[in-house]
């Protein structure tokens, strides 16, 4: 009997960790001051799902910020910025619906290469 316990606890356990990574992920997606929480949330458990999706948002931030300094440059700048904004938009609904659908993959298009420049963080 006490085993049969210990299982089900397990599991509910390992529900639990697996919606708190979920919900971390998500959060990192919504704004930079979910950015942030996520990060402050994530800090004491090291949970491998969230600071994958934390990576990939920290990411998809300074594409944004690039793409507000070259939307400083007249006319060129402000093209490329308009294009830029919607290819990000882009990157970034995807990379929010394998978080909501639990996927460790990376958003379209620059998702492998913040793979490699993140991995420290």
Same mark, same amino acid.
């Given at each position: 009997m006490k085993n049969s316990e210990t299982k089900i606890d397990t599991a509910q356990t390992a529900a639990t960790t697996d919606e708190n990574d979920k919900t971390i992920a998500i959060l990192a997606y919504i704004t930079v001051i979910g950015l942030v929480v996520? $990060?402050?949330?994530?800090? !004491?458990?090291?949970? !491998? $799902?969230? /600071?994958?999706? $934390? /990576?990939?948002?920290v990411g998809l931030c300074i594409t944004g910020l690039c793409l507000g300094i070259i939307g400083l440059i007249p006319i060129l700048g402000w093209l490329i910025n308009i294009l830029g904004v919607f290819v990000l938009l882009y990157m970034w609904v995807m990379a929010l619906m394998n978080a909501l659908n639990g996927k460790e993959s990376p958003a379209p298009i620059l998702g492998k290469k913040y793979e490699v420049w993140f991995k420290g963080v």
């Open positions: 996520a $990060f402050v949330m994530n800090n !004491e458990k090291k949970q !491998e $799902f969230a /600071r994958y999706h $934390f /990576r990939q948002s």
